[in-house]
């Protein structure tokens, strides 16, 4: 049973920096993806970074350019996945959760249902 455990969300000012991390513990499998979603209030849940196994990464039209999603999978237990977020912006504000799944790049690589696991999410404020 996989978990996964969020953390780094924090309130910032508008141009500034977050890097979420999300630690994830309980599987082996070498061929998956490991995904940033993320949920404002009153709006659908969104993609914002994909990197699979072999860290190829692919990033939502929205946020190329400022977010950087990245892992250590040095470690035979744990992997952790990395968004560096820089300037952020008002509608970056939301929920982030990571999410995974077991396999190679899906053809619906933004549908959260085809997900295996989430986390419970971190929190990510915007100000001005």
């Known amino acids: 049973q996989a978990q996964l455990v969020e953390s780094g969300g924090g309130s910032v000012q508008a141009g500034g920096s977050l890097r979420l991390s999300c630690a994830a513990s309980g599987y082996t499998q070498s061929s998956y993806c490991m995904g940033w979603f993320r949920q404002a209030p009153g709006k659908e849940r969104e993609g914002v970074a994909v990197i699979d196994g072999d860290g190829s990464t692919s990033y939502a039209d929205s946020v190329k350019g400022r977010f950087t999603i990245s892992q250590d999978n040095a470690k035979s237990t744990v992997n952790t996945v990395y968004l560096q977020m820089r300037d952020l912006q008002f509608e970056d504000a939301g929920m982030y959760y990571c999410?995974?799944?077991?396999?190679?790049?899906?053809?619906?690589?933004?549908?959260?249902?085809?997900?295996?696991?989430w986390g419970e999410g971190t929190q990510v404020t915007v100000s001005s």
């Open positions: 999410a995974l799944y077991f396999g190679r790049w899906p053809r619906q690589l933004w549908l959260g249902s085809i997900y295996n696991y």
